[in-house]
């Protein structure tokens, strides 16, 4: 018998070196989501054989900056991470990626987080239909879950007491989402006017220094007067 060794991370149910191989040949950067039974994380990374370099990365913790109250693992709450991972992933240059699942699976929350990455603009091949809809990833469920629920008064309180705490009511789970997600974009604005800013100062600078290398050498440029 032939004994053939498997790979530490293999082993660990870490790595699907399958993926892995594919994604190294193919070259493009990647989001990695991870939820968890507190919080969702996720990470976009550039591959490389000597090892992932990261591009941008968040979790849905980093929301309460923006005012949310809500559950830091609900979908709306992964819709809301994959929106800001999303701007900040444009802001350095990033344009389009794939999902990388590893042996994970890819689970209604990854799928949320998704969408909020394709609406902050990237390109990520994804089939619609996959996707969840609106009312999901707004809150809406959990909304009209707890509207019903009220009525019932001891049960409702026990169901929701964690968000009560916070002043945060489920029955308007879509009214803080929507007052969130402004705020995210909104953010995003500043990063692309930062952005673009630089970008007109590196110009200038660099038309300024055109044309002080130009009377030095007594040559004429027209380009640094450009």
Same mark, same amino acid.
């Given at each position: @018998? ?25 070259? /493009? *950067?990647? +989001? !990695?989501?991870?939820? =968890?039974? /507190?919080?969702?994380?996720? /990470? +976009?990374l550039?591959?490389?054989?000597q ?10 913790? #980093? &929301? ?7 559950? @830091?693992?609900?979908?709306?709450? *992964?819709?809301?991470?994959?929106l ?8 350095e240059?990033?344009?389009? &990626?794939? &999902? ?7 689970? %209604? ?7 909020? @990455? ?8 994804? !089939? ?6 609106? #009312?999901?990833l707004?809150? !809406?469920?959990?909304?009209?879950y ?12 026990? /169901?929701? !007491?964690?968000? @009560? ?14 007052? +969130?997600?402004?705020?995210?974009? =909104? =953010? ?11 970008? %007109? ?15 030095s050498?007594?040559? %004429?440029? #027209?380009?640094?007067?450009?």
């Open positions: @018998m032939i004994y053939a060794a498997d790979l530490r991370r293999n082993r660990e149910n870490r790595t699907n070196y399958r993926k892995r191989a594919a994604m190294l040949l193919g070259r /493009q *950067c990647f +989001v !990695s989501i991870t939820v =968890s039974n /507190q919080n969702v994380k996720a /990470q +976009v550039k591959p490389s054989a090892g992932d370099k990261v591009v941008s990365s968040t979790s849905s913790k #980093e &929301l309460v900056k923006f005012g949310w109250k809500g559950s @830091m693992k609900s979908i709306p709450s *992964c819709y809301l991470t994959g800001l991972l999303g701007i900040k992933t444009l802001g240059g990033i344009t389009s &990626l794939i &999902l990388y699942t590893g042996k994970g699976s890819f689970t %209604t929350r990854v799928a949320a987080c998704l969408k909020g @990455m394709i609406d902050a603009g990237l390109r990520i091949p994804v !089939s619609e239909a996959s996707l969840p809809n609106k #009312e999901r707004t809150g !809406s469920h959990i909304a009209q707890a509207a019903l629920l009220k009525q019932e008064g001891e049960r409702y309180r026990s /169901q929701f !007491s964690f968000l @009560m705490k916070n002043d945060f009511l489920p029955e308007k789970y879509p009214n803080y989402f929507e007052d +969130v997600k402004s705020r995210i974009i =909104s =953010s995003g604005a500043i990063v692309a006017n930062n952005i673009a800013n630089n970008t %007109t100062t590196t110009t200038n600078t660099t038309n300024t220094n055109t044309i002080t290398t130009t009377h050498t007594g040559t %004429t440029d #027209e380009t640094g007067f450009t």
